[in-house]
């Protein structure tokens, strides 16, 4: 190496100076570093200057390596400072090299003494949804730091917070080093209650602080009501605190419409007012309620449903009086037993009311009615408005003339939904020909004040404290006010258009104006050329009795009430006491209806198509009315006799068979007066005689009959609705059984035929007559076998005996004898198979009739002859067949029939499919065939 000596100082080329530092430094402590040279500096010592831009460490600015010497050390500390620092990076030292020499540099590891901590020096947060303010909070460091530190702030819950100032900065060098953020409460719609968050904040190389915040829940869940003492006086002001409350239960408002309803006595009922517009977190509403009883309020808003624990809700004070109905008609000098009702202005029962009321009984001598149109709405109740008047004008031409005037009646088209507090009507007597479209201020009289609640829509009466004598000539002015504590509905009356202005009005909420009955100039009406539909109600008084009642028990009294007047006429009660007025329905005056009257017996039976009936008569009466129809109760083919003076009426051309009768009656001072309808009575009408059957014969049918004897029997049944009285055969008595049966002897001619007669007669007269023929065969002989029956079938041929040709002889050997093979319509010589009877079971099919089914062949209308089934279970005792049902048809030729008898079984439903039930005992039949005695 070349070193140039320059007076003291020397540069070599290509010479290079290294640096060496401690590893690490805490911060307060000191180390030692080293300055290496590669070559030793020759007779000059050599200053080497050294240099950091990192304000945490201290070095010297110059080190001087002595002649000859190749290192120098030095001190490299850490100061003690108040500052957090960043530990991460090292201090870095560089040595600057001088002419002819290279430098170099060399890092030291720090580690800063201050707590690395950021902190939040706040309490836990609440923030409430929709607070636009929020909270805020400040982020400090636990020392000031050295450079400005971002601080990341960061939630757990983003959806139920916002945060303003995420990224924060504490300056750097402050003593107090913190940054603030703001946190905004997300409002959502969620019923979720108070959510939990956790608020953290962070930086570089710092322990990261967290917060808590709890954010409350501003969505309505509930609607809570306070309890209500009890009594509340009904249209007494309520002031309830509705509360709107957070599922946590936390006060919240509460946006409307909210309705208000309640029950009372477990039946809906009116509210003041019905809907809230919102319901605040503070603040009591005022309630009405007009119905007594234990009430339950409600509140509803959307899905939010709430009641009140119940409440009574007691009357107000006396305000009217109702009745009970009255049946009508009274009768003028009867005493009635009314009932009567203390109430207050919204019909509950004033059970405090314990006084007196005056009784008045007025005529309704007429109703005027001004004004039938159904297209306006007049707002003379309009409740609209807290104050309005309405004044109308009624020409006399309009009314009947002078009279008394007790009541005005006006048509709602809707009900009020609040009672009216103070109702003012005046009348008076005008000469004005147009309402002139000023109020009238002078000679009022004021007919009715008070507070008033319609009972509905409709046509509604409103009854005058202090009656109105209309003198007929004037026009008529008729001024309607009210006064209410706050608007209502807008309730309308119909009206009718009229020809100029009739009718003017006003309405306002404001105080200042004053009572409605004293303004002037200042409330400016408006003209209509309509008017409402009015009536006026007249009257004149019929004394009553009692005048005045008894006390009142629990604002209820009943007694007796009679009137006295003549009748008939239209009555209305009133009772009063104070301004206390109340007003019954229209009674009739008029008389009691007569006593139904008693129809008088009837027999059983009547013979023919017409029949007098007779009833008894009846106090009062001056006509009646009988009935007659053959429904018991008369609701078809009814005849009458119309009103009728008498007590009797005779019917013709009835229907035969049973017919009713019934009668009523009505006053003859008053025939609209009917009484009730007697009880019915009836009789069967008998216009025909007697059904008489003929054994051996169809109905009706006349014969002949076939015998070959001297005298025989015949017989059948009658009957008759009525009964039969008397049955004679060619004049002479039959003899008369039991069920209608009936027989008779007849004697017969030597042959041939025999006509007779057969007379019938019922119990009422009626008759019938039948008439048959007999016909005799010759028998000679006399054995019971006609003559020429004998000849024909050859039983008086050669070869045979008097024995093979009489009753008893059998000559084609078939065991059946010969007055048997006539009886039974056989021939006697040829021999007859034993079939000839035929039974069997029937019926083995669905839902067919089961039974013994037995047949055989007999000759046709023979008297001479008996023909009986017996039946037996074991071949040795035998009995009568019972309960047969017998049916006949002709064979061919017509001298026999066939005969079917058919005995059913007790009731045996077979279905489809099931096998035939099988018989509990085996039966035999036999045919008894016997000469008739």
Request: contains cysteine; charged residues 10%.
């Amino acid at each position: 190496m070349v070193c140039l000596v320059l007076g003291t100082a020397a540069a070599c080329a290509d010479e290079t100076i290294t640096i060496s530092l401690p590893a690490s430094l805490a911060e307060g402590a000191s180390g030692q570093g080293t300055l290496t040279l590669s070559t030793a500096p020759v007779g000059f010592a050599l200053a080497i200057s050294l240099s950091t831009i990192d304000p945490r460490i201290a070095i010297p600015f110059t080190v001087t390596v002595q002649p000859g010497q190749t290192t120098a050390n030095f001190t490299v500390s850490y100061p003690e400072n108040p500052f957090i620092e960043d530990s991460s990076a090292p201090a870095t030292v560089t040595v600057h090299g001088s002419p002819g020499w290279t430098g170099s540099t060399a890092q030291v590891s720090l580690t800063d003494n201050e707590v690395h901590n950021l902190l939040i020096l706040a309490a836990p947060l609440t923030l409430t949804e929709g607070d636009p303010g929020g909270a805020s909070f400040k982020v400090y460091s636990s020392a000031p730091v050295r450079s400005d530190l971002t601080v990341t702030i960061q939630t757990t819950n983003s959806g139920e917070v916002n945060v303003t100032g995420a990224m924060l900065s504490i300056p750097a060098g402050q003593s107090e080093s913190y940054a603030s953020c703001t946190l905004v409460a997300v409002d959502d719609t969620a019923r979720d209650g108070a959510q939990n968050v956790t608020i953290t904040a962070s930086a570089a190389a710092m322990t990261s602080a967290t917060l808590q915040a709890t954010v409350k829940d501003n969505d309505p869940a509930s609607i809570s009501w306070p309890a209500i003492a009890s009594p509340v006086t009904a249209r007494a002001t309520l002031p309830v605190e509705l509360r709107a409350l957070t599922i946590d239960g936390d006060p919240v408002a509460l946006a409307g419409p909210i309705a208000v309803t309640a029950t009372t006595n477990g039946q809906p009922s009116a509210v003041l007012p019905s809907s809230l517009a919102s319901i605040g977190v503070t603040g009591a509403t005022n309630f009405s309620l007009l119905k007594a009883g234990a009430t339950v309020l409600i509140a509803t808003a959307g899905d939010i449903t709430a009641s009140s624990a119940p409440f009574t809700v007691q009357a107000a004070a006396l305000s009217a009086f109702e009745f009970s109905p009255v049946a009508t008609p009274m009768q003028p000098g009867v005493a009635r037993t009314l009932s009567l009702r203390a109430t207050d202005a919204f019909g509950n029962t004033a059970t405090s009311f314990n006084g007196t009321a005056d009784l008045l009984a007025l005529a309704q001598t007429r109703t005027d009615q001004i004004g039938t149109g159904l297209y306006y709405e007049s707002p003379v109740l309009s409740q609209a408005t807290k104050r309005m008047r309405s004044q109308m004008l009624i020409r006399a031409s309009s009314l009947a003339g002078a009279g008394r005037i007790y009541s005005l009646s006006l048509e709602l088209l809707g009900a009020p939904t609040r009672p009216y507090d103070e109702l003012t009507i005046r009348l008076k007597h005008t000469s004005q020909f147009f309402a002139p479209g000023s109020w009238d201020g002078d000679g009022w009289t004021v007919v009715r004040q008070g507070a008033w609640m319609p009972s509905g829509a409709g046509w509604v009466t409103i009854p005058f404290q202090v009656p109105f004598d209309y003198n007929g000539s004037s026009n008529l002015y008729v001024d309607v006010s009210f006064v209410n504590d706050a608007p209502g509905g807008a309730v309308f009356c119909q009206g009718t258009g009229v020809s100029g202005f009739f009718a003017y009005w006003y309405g306002t909420n404001d105080p200042s104006f004053g009572l409605p009955t004293t303004w002037s100039g200042n409330a400016v009406p408006a003209n209509l050329d309509f008017r409402p539909n009015m009536r006026l109600g007249f009257g004149s008084v019929l004394a009553v009795n009692p005048t005045t009642t008894t006390a009142f028990v629990n604002g209820v009294w009943t007694g007796d009430v009679t009137l006295t007047g003549s009748a008939p006429q239209h009555v209305v009660l009133r009772a009063s006491s104070g301004a206390a007025l109340g007003q019954s329905d229209v009674i009739d005056l008029g008389y009691f209806p007569p006593a139904a009257p008693v129809m008088n017996a009837e027999p059983t039976f009547t013979q023919g198509t017409s029949n007098t009936v007779s009833w008894g008569a009846v106090a009062n009466a001056g006509s009646y009315y009988v009935e007659a129809s053959t429904a018991f109760d008369f609701s078809w083919n009814v005849s009458s006799s119309g009103w009728i003076p008498g007590t009797s009426f005779a019917f013709t051309g009835l229907s035969e068979g049973t017919c009713y009768f019934r009668v009523k009656a009505r006053r003859a001072d008053d025939t609209a007066v009917e009484s009730a309808w007697s009880d019915a009575i009836y009789s069967v009408q008998d216009a025909t005689g007697p059904v008489v059957t003929v054994s051996g014969l169809a109905d009706g049918a006349g014969g002949p009959l076939f015998t070959s004897r001297n005298a025989v029997t015949i017989g059948g049944y009658d009957s008759d609705s009525c009964g039969v009285v008397s049955l004679d055969v060619n004049g002479q008595a039959a003899t008369i059984g039991g069920f209608g049966a009936w027989s008779a002897n007849v004697t017969m001619p030597p042959a041939g035929d025999l006509p007779v007669s057969i007379v019938a007669v019922d119990s009422v007269g009626n008759q019938s007559t039948r008439t048959i023929t007999i016909t005799r065969a010759a028998d000679a002989d006399g054995d019971g076998l006609p003559d020429a029956w004998q000849l024909a079938k050859g039983l008086r041929g050669p070869g045979l005996t008097a024995t093979d040709a009489g009753p008893n002889g059998d000559p084609d050997h078939d065991g059946i004898p010969n007055l048997m093979e006539f009886a039974r319509g056989l021939n006697p010589l040829v021999s007859d198979p034993a079939t000839l009877l035929i039974s069997r079971r029937t019926g083995f099919g669905p839902f067919a009739a089961m039974g013994t089914q037995i047949e055989y062949d007999r000759q046709v209308a023979s008297l001479d002859f008996t023909y009986l089934i017996e039946e037996s279970t074991d071949l040795q005792t035998w009995e009568l067949l019972l309960n047969g049902n017998e049916s006949t048809s002709p064979n061919a030729g017509g001298a026999t029939e066939h005969v079917t008898v058919f005995q059913s079984d007790p009731v045996i439903i077979i279905f489809p499919g099931s096998p035939p039930p099988a018989p509990v005992q085996r039966k035999f039949v036999r045919l008894v065939v016997a000469p008739r005695p």
